[in-house]
């Protein structure tokens, strides 16, 4: 095993942000009238917007139009990055700081595969806009999560064969996303219940076990 860049998912490895999203998202739902909770909030990490709101919409009682989907999905996006602004480099994850040092040190690319389309906000608002080599995230895609596609520009991005990446997630449907694309996966938080996942990480720290 040759690992060459290290690309990790952004919300819930490098900041968790999952508390906004369900605040974004349960401003949507109120304003419905659409019964909704953690457990329906939790089945939404890692997926498209859309995705999401098609998930939120399962328990509406009356059917959307896609123009009317489209307007739900700009308001909580508005709401989320009216919440983004709260963010601070405080809101780093422990551990990541050190780990991007260490794998700089090493000489081993490091990249960022987000389906977010504010994952370059986020990563301004926590001071790490920088500190990476590629950025990947839902404007480069048109398939999110399980899809690989994230992962494989990113590859491209970082001038890398897929076979010499390694994907860091914290989400089922990512790990699903890094195999579809021939890369290693090392799982974190609710990932470590995949089956697919190459290394199981109880803190980011582990990764450097790997790598």
Not at 21 to 45: M, Q, S
Not at 128 to 145: E, M, V
Not at 148 to 165: G, M, N, R, S, Y
Request: some cysteine; charged content about 30%.
């Amino acid at each position: 095993m040759i690992i060459k860049g290290v690309i990790f998912d952004l919300d819930g490895v490098i900041v968790s942000t999952d508390s906004l999203h369900y605040l974004a998202w349960k401003k949507i739902a109120d304003k419905e009238g659409i019964y909704f909770d953690e457990e329906i909030n939790h089945r939404l990490r890692g997926v498209s917007r859309i995705e999401s709101l098609n998930i939120l919409l399962e328990k509406a009682n009356r059917v959307y139009t896609e123009e009317e989907k489209m307007r739900l999905a700009d308001e909580k996006n508005n709401y989320y990055i009216e919440l983004l602004k709260n963010l601070t480099p405080n809101d780093v994850l422990p551990g990541i700081i050190k780990v991007l040092k260490v794998l700089k040190e090493k000489g081993i690319k490091i990249a960022i595969g987000s389906s977010s389309k504010n994952a370059k906000v986020i990563l301004e608002r926590i001071g790490l806009l920088n500190s990476f080599d590629a950025i990947s995230d839902g404007n480069d895609i048109t398939r999110s999560k399980p899809f690989p596609d994230v992962f494989l520009v990113t590859a491209q991005k970082l001038w890398l064969k897929p076979e010499h990446c390694l994907v860091v997630e914290d989400a089922v449907a990512g790990i699903k996303a890094a195999k579809a694309a021939g890369m290693f996966a090392a799982a974190i938080g609710d990932a470590k219940k995949s089956v697919e996942a190459d290394f199981i990480l109880d803190s980011i720290e582990d990764l450097l076990r790997y790598v």
